[in-house]
């Protein structure tokens, strides 16, 4: 079926997105668009306006503006947005993130924005000579394809592609991310191809761990930092594809309502690749066991951690 061909497709689409973009140690800022220089230059704020699965993407791109860029960001949901009143930071850019590019509540956001003193506007999608592409200043084609299946699945991973290197261009052009470190992210931007590909081949694996959801009718699903809006984005794609009520929850809120919600009808999904949270995650993967709950941990390759845990 088709959602499960542009999964495979994921590693093409990335590649797609990556050509003639990347330098051997450096992010092309002029993939943005003419101008993007200058206008990169002077940034000081990011908002980013987008709608399901693409504000999940632009969640995740917050914590990397401002740990990797140091500019601050906001993310909000378009069509919260675009009927409340805002305050515009100065030297303001808007990103909108749309995999069509014809999203009402997105396109509403945008022209709302322009009437409001934002300095210049950006769009990342994947649709050339869509109505977002054509009203912003400045466009970044994700070239992820035709996505005919009924949830994002390269629209989502491209977009995040696109925005790490939009990422990497402003810290670059504001001085706050160093040569060495820029290297680095273009050396984990050209790898991430092969990346995905290993991961598709853990399907088999996947496919059992499916069947613990085959029987159920609730899920959790929990992340910290840049996890935490995958988490959501997992839980979207279940409700989507499945039918099956699922949230997505920052972790550290889980004993703040959840927790009481967790029993052996209920799985749970930890997103815990071994960062600087990790300890942390550990502590909430064995509250959820003490619940009774059935947890799946996505947890680095070649940690057995969790496993250890009680």
């Known amino acids: 079926h088709y959602m499960l061909k542009e ?17 051997t140690d450096h992010v092309v800022v002029e993939s943005f668009g003419n101008g993007a220089r200058a206008i990169f230059d002077q940034v000081e704020h990011v908002q980013i306006v987008a709608c399901g699965t693409s504000y999940n993407s632009g969640m995740v791109a917050r914590y990397w503006f401002e740990e990797i860029a140091g500019v601050s960001c906001d993310v909000e949901i378009a069509s919260e947005f675009r009927y409340r009143k805002s305050v515009v930071r100065p030297n303001s850019l808007l990103v909108t993130l749309s995999q069509s590019g014809e999203t009402a509540d997105t396109l509403a956001a945008l022209r709302l924005a322009k009437e409001s003193g934002y300095m210049s506007s ?5 649709v050339p000579g869509s109505s977002l592409v054509r009203e912003s200043d400045l466009a970044f084609m994700t070239r992820a394809g035709a996505e005919i299946g009924v949830a994002s699945t390269k629209a989502f991973t491209t977009q995040l592609a696109g925005l790490l290197m939009l990422v990497a261009s402003v810290g670059h052009c504001r001085g706050h991310l160093s040569a060495a470190a820029e290297a680095e992210l273009v050396k984990a931007l050209q790898a991430l191809p092969l990346r995905i590909k290993e991961s ?24 910290r930092g840049s996890q935490y809006p995958i988490a959501m984005e997992g839980a979207l794609k279940l409700k989507e594809i499945s039918y099956i009520h699922a949230e997505g929850y920052p972790a550290g809120e889980m004993k703040h309502g959840p927790i009481a919600l967790i029993d052996e009808r209920m799985p749970v999904v930890a997103i815990a690749p071994h960062d600087h949270v990790f300890e942390k995650m550990q502590g909430n993967i064995q509250e959820a066991k003490a619940r009774g709950g059935a947890v799946i941990a996505i947890t680095t390759a070649g940690d057995d951690t969790l496993w250890r845990l009680p």
Do not use: W
Not at 7 to 23: C, D, F, H, S, V
Not at 122 to 126: E, H, Q, R, V, Y
Not at 200 to 223: N, T, V, Y
């Open 7 to 23: 999964i495979y497709e994921q590693p093409k689409a990335i590649t797609n997105t990556l050509e003639g973009r990347l330098g």
């Open 122 to 126: 950006l769009a990342i999608c994947n």
């Open 200 to 223: 598709l081949a853990l399907a088999k694996d996947i496919e059992a761990l499916a069947e613990e959801f085959a029987d159920k009718h609730h899920s959790l699903f929990l992340g």
